[in-house]
Nanobody, 117 residues
Protein backbone atom coordinates (compact mmCIF):
# COMPACT_ATOMS: atom_id res chain seq x y z
CA UNK A 1 0.00 0.00 0.00
CA UNK A 2 1.40 3.37 -1.01
CA UNK A 3 1.28 6.10 1.62
CA UNK A 4 2.44 9.72 1.64
CA UNK A 5 3.52 11.42 4.87
CA UNK A 6 4.35 15.12 4.98
CA UNK A 7 6.45 16.87 7.58
CA UNK A 8 8.22 20.17 8.13
CA UNK A 9 5.36 22.60 8.54
CA UNK A 10 5.17 25.17 11.28
CA UNK A 11 5.06 28.83 12.19
CA UNK A 12 7.54 31.19 10.55
CA UNK A 13 7.91 34.94 10.33
CA UNK A 14 7.49 36.78 7.03
CA UNK A 15 10.67 36.53 5.02
CA UNK A 16 11.60 33.26 6.66
CA UNK A 17 12.12 29.79 5.23
CA UNK A 18 10.77 26.29 5.71
CA UNK A 19 11.44 22.98 4.04
CA UNK A 20 8.61 20.51 3.66
CA UNK A 21 9.20 16.81 3.11
CA UNK A 22 6.91 14.11 1.77
CA UNK A 23 8.03 10.54 2.29
CA UNK A 24 6.43 7.88 0.14
CA UNK A 25 6.18 4.21 0.99
CA UNK A 26 6.06 1.70 -1.84
CA UNK A 27 8.08 1.17 -4.98
CA UNK A 28 6.38 3.49 -7.46
CA UNK A 29 7.90 6.76 -6.26
CA UNK A 30 10.62 6.76 -8.90
CA UNK A 31 8.17 6.53 -11.79
CA UNK A 32 5.64 9.01 -10.44
CA UNK A 33 4.99 12.71 -10.80
CA UNK A 34 5.17 14.37 -7.40
CA UNK A 35 3.46 17.63 -6.60
CA UNK A 36 2.74 20.06 -3.80
CA UNK A 37 -0.61 21.78 -3.38
CA UNK A 38 -1.97 24.12 -0.75
CA UNK A 39 -5.31 25.18 0.63
CA UNK A 40 -5.79 28.36 2.58
CA UNK A 41 -8.81 28.89 4.85
CA UNK A 42 -11.92 29.62 2.82
CA UNK A 43 -10.15 29.04 -0.49
CA UNK A 44 -9.91 26.29 -3.07
CA UNK A 45 -6.89 24.00 -3.10
CA UNK A 46 -4.30 25.27 -5.56
CA UNK A 47 -1.26 23.91 -7.34
CA UNK A 48 2.12 24.98 -5.99
CA UNK A 49 4.82 22.93 -7.72
CA UNK A 50 5.49 19.58 -9.37
CA UNK A 51 8.43 17.48 -10.47
CA UNK A 52 8.38 14.64 -12.97
CA UNK A 53 10.20 11.35 -12.63
CA UNK A 54 12.86 12.83 -14.90
CA UNK A 55 13.32 15.92 -12.76
CA UNK A 56 11.41 18.46 -14.83
CA UNK A 57 9.82 21.05 -12.56
CA UNK A 58 6.83 23.35 -12.82
CA UNK A 59 5.69 26.13 -10.48
CA UNK A 60 2.73 28.33 -9.85
CA UNK A 61 3.46 31.94 -10.76
CA UNK A 62 2.88 33.00 -7.16
CA UNK A 63 5.84 30.96 -5.88
CA UNK A 64 8.32 31.15 -8.77
CA UNK A 65 11.70 32.32 -7.61
CA UNK A 66 10.86 31.66 -3.95
CA UNK A 67 10.01 27.94 -3.77
CA UNK A 68 12.03 24.99 -5.05
CA UNK A 69 10.73 21.46 -5.47
CA UNK A 70 13.18 18.56 -5.56
CA UNK A 71 13.12 14.81 -5.22
CA UNK A 72 15.45 12.15 -3.87
CA UNK A 73 14.54 8.87 -5.52
CA UNK A 74 16.91 6.93 -3.26
CA UNK A 75 14.95 8.14 -0.23
CA UNK A 76 11.50 8.09 -1.86
CA UNK A 77 11.08 11.68 -0.74
CA UNK A 78 10.03 14.93 -2.36
CA UNK A 79 10.90 18.30 -0.84
CA UNK A 80 9.57 21.82 -1.06
CA UNK A 81 12.07 24.49 -0.04
CA UNK A 82 10.15 27.68 0.69
CA UNK A 83 12.04 30.95 0.99
CA UNK A 84 10.93 34.55 1.37
CA UNK A 85 7.67 33.39 2.86
CA UNK A 86 4.71 35.75 2.93
CA UNK A 87 1.55 35.78 5.04
CA UNK A 88 -0.41 34.80 1.93
CA UNK A 89 1.57 31.54 1.80
CA UNK A 90 -0.26 30.43 4.95
CA UNK A 91 -2.10 27.21 4.13
CA UNK A 92 -2.22 23.46 4.59
CA UNK A 93 0.32 22.01 2.19
CA UNK A 94 -0.26 18.53 0.78
CA UNK A 95 1.82 16.36 -1.48
CA UNK A 96 0.37 14.38 -4.34
CA UNK A 97 1.60 11.31 -6.23
CA UNK A 98 0.41 10.60 -9.75
CA UNK A 99 1.30 7.57 -11.83
CA UNK A 100 -1.06 7.56 -14.79
CA UNK A 101 -0.20 4.15 -16.28
CA UNK A 102 -0.75 2.37 -12.98
CA UNK A 103 -3.72 4.61 -12.13
CA UNK A 104 -2.35 6.01 -8.89
CA UNK A 105 -3.49 9.43 -7.68
CA UNK A 106 -2.73 9.71 -3.98
CA UNK A 107 -2.57 12.52 -1.41
CA UNK A 108 -0.86 12.98 1.89
CA UNK A 109 -2.65 14.22 4.99
CA UNK A 110 -1.21 17.73 4.80
CA UNK A 111 0.99 19.90 6.99
CA UNK A 112 0.16 23.38 8.25
CA UNK A 113 2.34 26.31 7.28
CA UNK A 114 1.64 29.61 9.03
CA UNK A 115 3.49 32.78 8.09
CA UNK A 116 2.94 35.47 10.69
CA UNK A 117 4.81 37.94 12.82
Amino acid sequence: QVQLVESGGGLVQPGGSLRLSCAVSGSIFGISIMGWYRQAPGKEREFVAAVTSGGVTNYADSVKGRFTISRDNARNTVYLQMNSLRPEDTAVYSCRLRQQALRYDLWGQGTQVTVSS
